[in-house]
């Protein structure tokens, strides 16, 4: 039989494209849970039944006995709702930061609000399989990453780890995201009027999610410079990333570094050196697609990193993580 998965948050972006993933996965059933009185309109897979519909309460999860629950909700209300979910018996993944990062006081600066559950950031799991794959295996929370910190951490963390960057001179990160990452809530800032034939910098030097790209690539906050900046475009990232290498000799060098650290990653590709990925390669997969160039002559190395946002950004992931949590096989409803 297949196992039961609720989502919460069904309406948005995110939760929605968890909804299109997991009704093509063979091993799980999706349910959605009202919360708030949220309207009868939850998305439609077209050709399908809507899934089934129950109230989201510990006591409903119980009954159902729901396996594991997505909350693709903001950080304040998966703070609410994350420890009720955990002792009905559900397993959670949360789209959210509110269990990103490893202390309160990260939180409290990077999200301007005090933490209410230290306790679940503490146990919470980040969800990049692709470096924690086995802790997520056991986890009951795993805190899925932000879209922007997996395409940078995946591009940045292995030349950290072979001891190729000239920290001194520091790491830039380059990252432009189309609005759907902004969330389906409506605002000037995203409004047509505002986005069309524009392209604009925001959260410099305080975005929430570099403290993410700090922790999973072990770097000073001083030796990273990200900036984001958003795109006409519905989804897709694309991140370039400059830094100064230390004894690397071409090119082929540095693919080599990334070739040994993803052999085995089902959701890695890489490219010839000299090639790059554009969004159109990864668009509406769960892939995260990296190029490299590098100059032996002058040391500068660039890396460039392409994702879905509402995939392995976010949806994809999430199903990735839950894949292990359940023990499916990881690729299961994203290939």
């Not at 420890?83 to 600066?109: H, K, Q, T």
């Not at 650290?261 to 697609?289: K, M, S, W």
Request: proline letters at 7%; glycine letters at 8%; hydrophobic letters at 40%.
């Amino acid at each position: 039989m297949k196992r039961r998965v609720g989502i919460v948050g069904f309406r948005g972006y995110s939760g929605a494209e968890l909804l299109r993933i997991l009704k093509r996965h063979r091993h799980v059933e999706p349910w959605l849970l009202e919360h708030r009185g949220e309207s009868d309109d939850a998305p439609r897979i077209r050709g399908q039944t809507r899934p089934p519909r129950i109230p989201l309460a510990p006591e409903a999860v119980r009954e159902h006995k729901l396996a594991a629950v997505f909350l693709a909700t903001p950080p304040e209300v998966s703070l609410e709702l994350a420890p009720g979910l955990l002792e009905a018996g559900a397993r959670v993944i949360d789209l959210s930061g509110a269990f990103r990062l490893r202390l309160p006081e990260a939180y409290r600066r990077w999200y301007r609000a005090e933490h209410t559950q230290p306790s679940l950031l503490a146990e919470a799991v980040y969800g990049l399989p692709e470096f924690h794959r086995d802790r997520i295996r056991h986890a009951r929370l795993v805190a899925n990453p932000g879209c922007y910190p997996t395409a940078a951490s995946l591009a940045i963390r292995p030349l950290v780890e072979a001891g190729v960057v000239d920290r001194y001179a520091g790491i830039v990160c380059d990252a432009k995201s189309g609005v759907s990452g902004a969330g389906r809530k409506p605002t000037l800032r995203t409004s047509f009027c505002e986005v069309t034939e524009n392209l604009s910098a925001y959260s410099l030097l305080e975005h929430r999610h570099v403290p993410e790209i700090l922790l999973n690539c072990d770097l000073e906050e001083g030796e990273l410079s990200f900036t984001a900046q958003l795109v006409p475009l519905d989804r897709g990232i694309l991140e370039t990333i400059y830094f100064r290498g230390l004894e690397l000799n071409g090119p082929e060098a540095l693919l080599g570094i990334y070739e040994r650290r993803y052999a085995q990653e089902p959701f890695i590709r890489l490219y010839e050196p000299g090639h790059v990925p554009d969004l159109r390669a990864v668009q509406h997969t769960n892939f995260c697609d990296l190029g490299v160039v590098f100059d032996a002559g002058t040391g500068r190395g660039v890396v460039v990193a392409a994702i879905d946002n509402l995939v392995k950004g976010a949806a994809g992931q999430a199903v990735q993580n839950m894949n292990l949590m359940l023990g499916f096989a990881e690729t299961e409803g994203l290939l």
